[in-house]
């Protein structure tokens, strides 16, 4: 049974740094691309970042470029998303996701508040 469960998530001020982390069991991590994504307030879910297998290539939406980094380790089944220069805006609940053979997989979410 696939399982993704993040944590991480909490309140922050503007400016601030958070670490997410989503810890995935079920199948085999390894082989897939792992995705965050987030649903804003009042928005539509939108992708956040993506890291491919190898972990050597990854995407970002253009809001987040240059404060986002999406990394994974594989021997642990974690993708992660080190978060700096937080904007209120970035205010969202986060939710990991794997597309395993077009089934797709999402965690429970975990909540980001940036607010002063």
């Known amino acids: 049974q696939v399982q993704l469960v993040e944590s991480g998530g909490g309140l922050v001020q503007p400016g601030g740094s958070l670490r997410l982390s989503c810890v995935a069991s079920?199948?085999?991590?390894?082989?897939?691309r792992m995705w965050w994504y987030r649903r804003a307030p009042e928005k539509e879910r939108e992708s956040v970042a993506?890291?491919?297998?190898?972990?050597?290539?990854?995407t970002y939406t253009d809001s987040v470029k240059g404060r986002f980094t999406i990394s994974r380790d594989n021997a642990k089944n974690t993708v992660y998303l080190q978060m700096s220069d937080l904007k209120p805006e970035d205010t969202a609940v986060y939710f990991c996701m794997v597309d395993r053979g077009g089934q797709v997989f999402w965690g429970q979410g975990t909540q980001v508040i940036v607010s002063s």
């Open positions: 079920g199948f085999t991590f390894s082989a897939y």
């Open positions: 993506s890291i491919f297998n190898s972990g050597s290539t990854v």
